[in-house]
């Protein structure tokens, strides 16, 4: 099954705080959560509004379920368009207040997460992400992957079914990325994102041009995608990518952006018999961001300052807070090959 990564509950609202909390339970409690961790979820999430109620505006809760090496973990982010924080990391130290309380609750949000991480400017908000997992991990002894990849796919806000959807794999030779976006939205879409991803899954090139006609012949009795596939070759180092539709992909360092450009048509329906693949080096670009419509296009991270040094989580809630319309499904996805 293929549809949204990540649950929205609004929070900008006191009375729903314990609604909010009762639901994401029993969303960990359902997928088998111990009792220890659904306790350490309960005081995470009551720390979390209770942030969001004493320092922030229009707060939002992204709640997702994934599963890395057969160990289950829940991941929450937290966002608010509050006042943000001069000095966030200041404000996890125990006894340390801005509001007159006893400045404990980031402190215990950090403790009772297997990772943590925060976001925060003054006049901007701050995002809060932790991932409790089910079986007990030492955060020192998480492995790191060749490559670490974070979905956040949200559906439109009053459908069930999300048109948007990703798909990603990896082996010894290729890191390998679809993002679709199916026409409209609904069940039609989210249909056509199930059969691109089968297709994307069970075809063999390792040309993201080739891929996306492969897609485009396995789906014509849909109503069709836009969509983006990134292939990374970790034996040469290098990206190839290929893109057909308003699905903004870019490609980053710490310092510098790097657009690609997309074909026009629908796969499914009509595409470029001509396309072909752009390539760029690993060494010039380390990070690769995929975003569909229900992004605006325009979405910039350079006013994020610092925000490369944190989770790619954070990374993709900063683009969804400030660019997200919420009139269509939405997701960002980005991928980092670790190197050394």
Same mark, same amino acid.
């Given at each position: 099954?293929?549809?949204?990564? @990540?649950?929205s509950?609004?929070?900008?609202?006191?009375?729903?705080?314990?609604?909010?909390?009762?639901?994401? /339970?029993?969303?960990a409690?359902?997928?088998?959560?111990?009792?220890?961790?659904?306790?350490?979820?309960?005081?995470?999430?009551?720390?979390?509004?209770?942030?969001? /109620?004493? @320092?922030?505006?229009?707060?939002?809760?992204?709640?997702?379920l994934?599963?890395?090496?057969?160990?289950?973990?829940?991941?929450?982010?937290?966002?608010?368009?509050?006042?943000?924080?001069?000095e966030?990391?200041? %404000?996890?130290?125990?006894?340390?207040s801005?509001?007159?309380?006893?400045?404990?609750?980031?402190?215990?949000?950090?403790?009772?997460?297997?990772? *943590?991480?925060?976001?925060? %400017?003054?006049?901007?908000?701050?995002?809060?992400?932790?991932?409790?997992?089910?079986?007990?991990?030492?955060?020192?002894?998480?492995?790191?992957?060749?490559?670490?990849?974070?979905?956040?796919?949200?559906? %439109?806000?009053?459908?069930?079914?999300?048109?948007?959807?990703?798909?990603?794999?990896?082996?010894p030779? @290729?890191?390998? =990325?679809?993002?679709?976006?199916? =026409?409209?939205?609904?069940?039609?879409?989210?249909f056509?994102?199930?059969?691109a991803?089968?297709?994307?899954?069970?075809?063999?090139? @390792?040309?993201?041009?080739?891929?996306?006609?492969?897609? /485009?012949?396995?789906?014509?009795?849909?109503?069709?995608?836009?969509?983006?596939?990134?292939?990374?070759? *970790?034996?040469?180092?290098?990206?190839?990518m290929a893109?057909?539709?308003?699905i903004?992909?870019? %490609?980053?360092?710490?310092?510098?952006?790097?657009?690609?450009?997309?074909y026009?048509?629908?796969?499914?329906?009509?595409?470029?018999?001509?396309?072909?693949?752009?390539?760029?080096?690993?060494?010039?670009?380390?990070?690769?961001?995929?975003?569909?419509?229900?992004?605006?296009?325009?979405?910039?991270?350079?006013?994020?300052?610092?925000i490369s040094?944190?989770? =790619?989580?954070?990374?993709?809630?900063?683009?969804?807070?400030?660019?997200?319309?919420?009139?269509?499904?939405?997701?960002?996805v980005?991928?980092?090959?670790n190197?050394?």
């Amino acid at each position: 099954m293929v549809d949204a990564t @990540h649950i929205s509950f609004k929070a900008s609202d006191r009375s729903y705080f314990s609604l909010i909390k009762k639901d994401i /339970h029993n969303l960990a409690k359902n997928a088998g959560f111990s009792d220890k961790k659904l306790a350490d979820l309960d005081i995470i999430v009551s720390e979390i509004t209770s942030n969001l /109620h004493k @320092h922030a505006r229009n707060g939002e809760i992204l709640v997702g379920l994934f599963k890395e090496k057969e160990n289950l973990y829940i991941e929450l982010i937290g966002i608010d368009n509050g006042p943000g924080m001069q000095e966030p990391f200041k %404000m996890i130290k125990d006894g340390f207040s801005s509001a007159n309380t006893m400045g404990i609750g980031l402190g215990s949000i950090q403790r009772l997460s297997t990772q *943590f991480d925060l976001y925060s %400017m003054k006049g901007w908000g701050t995002i809060i992400l932790t991932r409790i997992y089910n079986k007990t991990v030492e955060p020192g002894l998480l492995s790191t992957p060749k490559v670490t990849i974070r979905k956040l796919v949200v559906t %439109m806000p009053g459908q069930i079914k999300c048109g948007d959807g990703t798909s990603s794999t990896v082996t010894p030779q @290729h890191f390998k =990325l679809l993002v679709a976006d199916g =026409l409209g939205h609904g069940e039609e879409a989210n249909f056509a994102v199930i059969e691109a991803v089968k297709a994307f899954k069970q075809c063999t090139d @390792h040309s993201p041009s080739e891929i996306l006609k492969y897609i /485009h012949e396995a789906i014509r009795k849909t109503r069709g995608i836009v969509g983006s596939i990134v292939v990374f070759d *970790f034996e040469s180092n290098i990206w190839k990518m290929a893109g057909v539709g308003n699905i903004s992909t870019r %490609m980053s360092n710490f310092l510098q952006i790097k657009n690609q450009m997309s074909y026009n048509g629908t796969v499914g329906h009509n595409i470029l018999s001509g396309m072909s693949d752009q390539e760029v080096k690993l060494e010039d670009y380390n990070q690769v961001t995929s975003c569909s419509d229900g992004i605006n296009p325009r979405w910039d991270t350079s006013k994020f300052t610092g925000i490369s040094r944190c989770d =790619l989580s954070i990374q993709a809630a900063a683009i969804y807070k400030d660019f997200a319309g919420k009139t269509d499904d939405m997701a960002v996805v980005i991928a980092k090959i670790n190197q050394g």
